[in-house]
């Protein structure tokens, strides 16, 4: 059964910082991984998705990293903005093309 | 805006009823999956279905059951429900081809009194 861990669970930091958000999983068969963003009960965004052969994909001032053998991803938000104050979801996409989620970590932007 | 919507927007009931959930996918999206997430929590896979047929479950009990219609609608039932039934449901439709990027809806929050 896949697991998937986000560190930090809550992260505050002031505004121009950059971001980096952590990303671990236990089954390296994956098919790929996506990166979610939420805005309190709201529904998910989609921000970068990375195939398992990629090692990275990058949408403007986000990027995101993939080490599909020692079960690793991140996510960097360069020079962070209020607006980027949201929960961000990691999903492993398995073979079976179900998706398991991690518990998010909160990210504050401090203006 | 993903395209998806999902409907009622809140929803309350009682422990031991029934509901229904309705989730409109986009235009050609085949494949529509349902969550379940808990407050603090991460999206727990429920079920999917592509072409109509359950695709694969998760670790849910038979009471969630679910249908997809070929105007790209569906739904998710729950019966006899209990109170740590209460949860975001979220439900999410794909493209033709699988294990492609997600679109979900807005969700549809239930309170189980």
């Known amino acids: 059964k896949q697991e998937v861990t986000q560190i930090p669970a809550a992260l505050s930091v002031p505004e121009g910082e950059n971001l980096v958000l952590n990303c671990s999983f236990t089954d390296s068969a994956i098919y790929n991984l996506q990166w979610f963003r939420q805005d309190p009960g709201k529904g998910l965004t989609s921000l970068l998705l990375?195939?398992?052969?990629?090692r990275e994909q990058t949408s403007g001032r986000l990027n995101a990293s993939l080490d599909k053998s020692s079960g690793r991803s991140t996510l960097y938000i360069a020079a962070s903005q209020p607006g980027d104050s949201a929960t961000y979801l990691c999903?492993?996409?398995?073979?079976?093309?179900?998706?398991?989620f991690g518990a998010g970590t909160t990210v504050t932007v401090r203006a | 805006e993903t395209g998806v919507t999902q409907s009622p927007t809140h929803l309350i009931k009682t422990r031991g009823q029934q509901v229904t959930l309705r989730c409109s996918s986009q235009?050609?999206?085949?494949?529509v999956s349902w969550y379940q997430q808990a407050l603090g929590q991460g999206p727990q896979f429920i079920f999917q279905y592509y072409r109509e047929e359950e695709n694969g479950r998760g670790n849910f009990p038979p009471r969630f059951s679910g249908l997809q219609f070929p105007n790209y609608s569906s739904e998710l039932n729950v019966n006899a429900l209990e109170l740590d039934d209460s949860a975001l449901y979220l439900c999410?439709?794909?493209?033709?081809?699988?294990?492609?990027?997600?679109?979900f809806g807005p969700g549809t929050r239930l309170t189980v009194l």
């Open positions: 990375i195939q398992s052969s990629q």
């Open positions: 999903a492993v996409c398995s073979n079976d093309y179900k998706l398991s």
């Open positions: 235009s050609g999206h085949n494949t």
């Open positions: 999410a439709s794909s493209p033709v081809f699988r294990g492609d990027t997600q679109y």
